[in-house]
């Protein structure tokens, strides 16, 4: 998973970018130290995930409405140094216009109307109480709300809907300051907004950023004293109540956590054991079967080639596509297809299509290797003259 590094290079980014804009002369020295190394970090933002690009905008736009001329063309100068290359490089030799292109093209296939709705509603009554309460991320976490006799769980959308409203208050408030932060968070989250796929695991790398404008937004509300008239002792015992129900389910998130890697190994529990030794199996048969020239099929073309040194293609969403895929491979090059059940919107992307293809093209397609509970398997693919050849001997 990307959320790692991409939350570091955009966090580190922002901080050079704030602390640039913090000193008032440019003719101050080295004024230009911050802002180029806020430029190089958000271009390695860009190259780790391409949504990057908004944190590039919004320190821009950011820039501009401070009127911080130079900063802001040495800003981006120094981004398009570390971006440019790649993208410039993908949409020239990559087939189908590199990563940038092949993002459009699958977004644009995924678009429905209502998306942008039932994206606002997942990062409101799921994501936001996830951030404040950590069970409620969890699928135990849900799991127990619900059993529990006040049924508990109806209760996460009224804190993801009081949270977003705190949010959007310290939001307009530092957009109102022509603040970097809150162009930052702006741009982000319009694009997650209308991004065809559901939206929760994108905030994580942000959840620094969209703190911000959460604690500016609480700090506004606590001083309109005459807007509550609660008085301050309330107020405070309130406060001091909230942080322990979130400290106590941090705690409880982590501690099965731990318990899990204590027992297991492994911090997802049992599941996620089982599903890397299975993963760990199937990386170990590619590498031992698959020659050095072969071509790997998967939805995991990254990680497949990290772990097997094995040349790899995108696994595509349907029969139709994979069949286009499958014949755009060299006839002397060995072809398998690693599929594992993976499911997207609701629907299984990875299996399926082999078994649709499977069943098209039954003479062409040769189990190699599965896991008992055929949850991920390999398949070799055999050209069409070589399967003919086959059935006349």
Known sequence: MSECPFGMWTSAAIFFAVRSLRKRQESERRWWFDISVAGLLAGFAVLTRTLGFT????????????????????????????AAPWLIWSAVFIRGGGSVNNYMEWASSRYHWSRPLANVWTMIAEAVPSIYFAPAGTPLGR????????????????????LAAIFLVGLVALLKRHDLVAWCAVLYLAVLVFYPWEPSRYLVPIYPLLAIPLITGGKLLWRRKELFRIPAQARAAALIVVLAISSLGLLITNLFGISNVYLYGHFGGPGSVRTWNNLSAAFNWIKQNVPENGVVVTLFPYGTYLFTDRQTISEPETAAKLESVVANVKPDSALFIFAKETYLENQEVSITPLHDFAVEHPERVRLRWETPDHKIMICEIVSSDVALKQERD
Do not use: C, D, E
């Open 55 to 82: 944190m590039i905008l919004g320190i821009v736009i950011a820039l501009a409405l401070n009127y911080r001329w130079r900063k802001l063309v040495v800003f981006t100068g120094a981004s398009a140094l570390i």
């Open 143 to 162: 799991q127990v709300l619900n059993q529990w006799g006040l049924h508990l769980s109806w209760t996460l959308p009224i804190v993801g809907l009081v």
